[in-house]
């Protein structure tokens, strides 16, 4: 009896997991929340205009998903190290989660700009839709051409943000992401559609909402994780050198190539296969990445929650409490396991 009643948790370790893992829902969910506002807005433009945008979601999905994963990696380490106390080597994996997202966003950047027509061409088939292939094409490299300029202030954010929920502070991500969102959709409005003494700039002005607000979301992690340096101590002497300890670089690379071609190989298996859906016709790619965008309203609350294990567990491991850890992780997968279940029914219901 007393082993079953350990798999059900009590209202304290309720009250954890929820001031750890609400704050990551808040802020995936407005990260979500972006990608739909730009195709529901720019929906109101031309069909063309929505699938080119949609298109072009597909691969920045992917690149966001790659992206995620090699942080998560160095983010298992900044876990375990924050629970052990030591700051140093926490600084350690917070420099090495700037390199990687610095050369990730690079990488993704030039990708971009010389296979944008490759990556986009593989969409555009002829069908009966009446779509004017040629203006989804070139609406949708005014998209991308746009975007490419947000690339790196997100990739960069994802360092700050990863590193503030694993010490901790999963407020300020949150924060941030909600007034990005805010900066996003008051963009949308006025660049989209011309509003306010601004010229109509269709995709164009979807595009350079979402980049300003990349800005905004990143400067407002800057600034606070600067301003805090004492909640924050990882922060000081950060950027005085990119000096890390070959061994937990190692460590790192071990760990974080698995999670990464996981993260790459499922988003890219779902962009093939919504390249099957094309052959249906562009409104099958519009159809699906709009779907898409409110399941993942929806999956936010899993994915956060697998999150909030992480740092939770890893916060333990680091602290030494092995046993506490095993107790906390059978609590967490019952607790998961419930919450999924609820979330598949509300999106069933929807």
């Avoid at 061409?121 to 051409?145: A, C, H, R, V, W």
């Avoid at 700050?160 to 949308?188: C, D, H, I, K, W």
């Avoid at 016709?281 to 994915?303: K, M, P, R």
């Amino acid at each position: 009896m007393s082993k079953i009643r350990e798999f059900f948790a009590d209202r304290r370790f309720f009250k954890t997991v929820f001031t750890i893992a609400f704050p990551i829902v808040i802020q995936n969910g407005i990260t979500n929340l972006v990608g739909l506002l730009d195709n529901v807005m720019v929906g109101n433009v031309s069909s063309e205009a929505t699938s080119g945008v949609a298109i072009v979601n597909q691969f920045m999905f992917v690149f966001y998903l790659v992206t995620f994963g090699a942080v998560s990696a160095a983010g298992i380490f900044t876990a375990q190290y924050h629970g052990k106390g030591d700051v140093e080597n926490v600084r350690a994996t917070f420099r090495i989660k700037t390199v990687i997202c610095a050369v990730a966003g690079v990488i993704g950047i030039v990708l971009f700009i010389f296979c944008g027509d490759f990556f986009i061409n593989p969409f555009l088939t002829e069908t009966e839709s009446g779509i004017d292939l040629q203006l989804t094409l070139s609406l949708g490299k005014q998209y991308l051409s746009i975007m490419l300029w947000g690339i790196l202030p997100y990739s960069l954010s994802q360092a700050y943000s990863s590193t503030l929920r694993e010490t901790g502070r999963t407020v300020p991500p949150m924060a941030a992401s909600s007034a990005a969102v805010a900066v996003n959709l008051f963009l949308n409005y006025k660049l989209i559609f011309g509003h306010f003494g601004a010229p109509v700039l269709g995709v164009r002005g979807a595009a350079l909402a979402t980049v300003i607000s990349r800005y905004v979301e990143f400067l407002i992690l800057v600034i606070w994780t600067g301003a805090n340096r004492k909640k924050c101590g990882f922060i000081s002497g950060a950027f005085r050198s990119l000096r890390v300890p070959p061994a937990l670089v190692g460590k790192i690379a071990v760990m974080g190539m698995p999670l990464m071609f996981n993260e790459a190989f499922w988003s890219l298996a779902v962009t093939v296969r919504n390249q099957c859906f094309s052959t249906c016709g562009l409104d099958a790619v519009t159809a699906i990445s709009i779907s898409s965008a409110v399941t993942n309203l929806f999956s936010v609350v899993y994915f956060s929650l697998g999150s909030a294990i992480a740092v939770m567990i890893g916060n333990l491991l680091g602290a030494g409490e092995i046993e506490e850890a095993k107790r906390t992780d059978r609590k967490l997968l019952i607790t998961t396991f419930g919450c999924t279940a609820i979330v598949a029914c509300m999106l069933a219901a929807v």
